[in-house]
């Protein structure tokens, strides 16, 4: 599976983004996806993941309620929609695929995308 992650950018305390991951090669559907960030010089952390058909998802405590992750299994796509951003949340943001499920760890995908990166300031 190839991922490529977009919609990074630039955006004011408070604002909204959405971030995008295309998936590529292998079946899309088969795989949960996930989302994971990493601050300036800080480890990669989970962010929230979603289950092969897009019933279940998962969200990291620190972001609960700020963020909605989504699916398009006939785009092959999955999002993750951000609200209320904080400065704190600025982070390279990286799109992933599982093929044994919902996971918070970075060790159970398979396959990454390059990152987008998401900068929260005034």
């Known amino acids: 599976v190839q991922l490529q992650a977009s919609g990074g950018g630039l955006v004011q305390p408070g604002g909204s983004l959405r971030l995008s991951c295309a998936a590529s090669g292998r079946t899309f559907s088969n795989y949960a996806m996930g989302w994971f960030r990493q601050p300036p010089g800080e480890d990669r952390e989970f962010v929230a993941t979603?289950?092969?058909?897009?019933?279940?998802?998962h969200y990291a405590d620190s972001m609960k309620g700020r963020l909605t992750i989504s699916r398009d299994n006939d785009k092959n796509t999955v999002y993750l929609q951000m609200n209320s951003l904080k400065p704190e949340d600025t982070a390279v943001y990286y799109c992933a695929a599982a093929r044994v499920g919902l996971s918070v760890v970075a060790g159970s995908y398979n396959y990454w995308g390059q990152g987008t990166l998401v900068t929260v300031s005034s």
């Open positions: 979603i289950n092969p058909n897009g019933d279940t998802t």
